[in-house]
């Protein structure tokens, strides 16, 4: 079963918060199924940590369908658009500004999302 859901990262939420998230919605479209593995990407910036993220489900999925499953982790890189000379670059250390123009107007366009990609569930 493949689906995807975004869950921004930019909410207010914490890891136990979003790991409750990603059970609820696991368990609702597992169709009753037991799930063997969950898909997660994540991005750079993004504040969540996988292994608290891990700890949390080890414990609330204790006793559902998704107990046991595999939880995989994928960093997505951080992707940046100048809004002044419109390059797309990767920005290197803390510096945020574009390597172009050093304009500080700059839009993230990847790097900041925390997504379910993908429920397997057995057959």
């Keep these: 079963m493949v689906l995807l859901y975004r869950i921004h990262a930019g909410d207010p939420m ?3 918060t979003i790991t409750e998230s990603i059970l609820e919605i696991a368990l609702r479209h597992s169709q009753s ?5 969950l898909h997660l990407a994540i991005g750079q910036l993004s504040s969540i940590i996988d292994d608290s ?20 982790f994928r960093r997505i ?27 500080p107007r700059v839009k993230v366009v990847a790097g900041d999302e925390f997504m379910l990609e993908s429920i397997e569930v057995e057959n």
């Design 14 to 16: 914490h890891e136990l």
């Design 33 to 37: 199924r037991r799930i063997t593995d």
């Design 53 to 72: 993220v891990q700890f949390y489900w080890d414990i609330i999925s204790q006793g559902t369908l998704a107990e046991g499953a595999r939880l995989h």
């Design 77 to 103: 890189p951080t992707e940046m658009v100048c809004q002044e000379c419109n390059r797309r670059y990767a920005p290197s250390g803390g510096d945020l500004a574009c390597p172009d123009c050093s304009s």
